[in-house]
């Protein structure tokens, strides 16, 4: 980048593009994509945020990283705990979202699946929301 790292708005907006997996790009080497951000009327940086199947990978190293060890070594609790994070993030409306997370967790999509039934039916109150 041609702008100093070091400016206060750089900085500021720094570990939000981290958590996304985005990149900070110089305003002049932005593309179609990229999102350019002024500061008192003067181009500051250019986010390049990632596509979402490379989003999804780096949400799952994010989650693997704050439990401290691979997600596929979690107890089944905790691994339904992080379908509903995911859930929430968008992971499963990125093509083969399902697939990607089964993986990653070491179960089958038909896990998977039934973790998202179940914590849908119990956001609704419904008979699956009793355990298994």
Do not use: C
Not at 103 to 125: C, I, K, P
């Amino acid at each position: 980048m041609t702008e100093p790292a070091d400016h206060p708005f750089v900085q500021a907006v720094k570990p939000l593009v981290d958590a996304m997996g985005g990149q900070l790009v110089a305003p002049g080497q932005a593309q179609g994509d990229d999102v350019v951000l002024a500061w008192e009327g003067q181009d500051r940086v250019a986010v390049r945020l990632p596509h979402l199947s490379e989003s999804l990978d780096h949400i799952l190293v994010e989650l693997r990283r704050r439990h401290g060890k691979p997600l596929a070594e979690l107890d089944r609790k905790t691994k339904q705990s992080v379908v509903r994070i995911l859930e929430t993030r968008g992971a499963f409306s990125v093509r083969h979202g399902v697939e990607t997370v089964a993986t990653a967790l070491g179960v089958s999509r038909f896990t998977v699946y039934n973790y998202l039934n179940r914590e849908n039916a119990s956001r609704e109150g419904g008979p699956q929301a009793a355990g298994e």
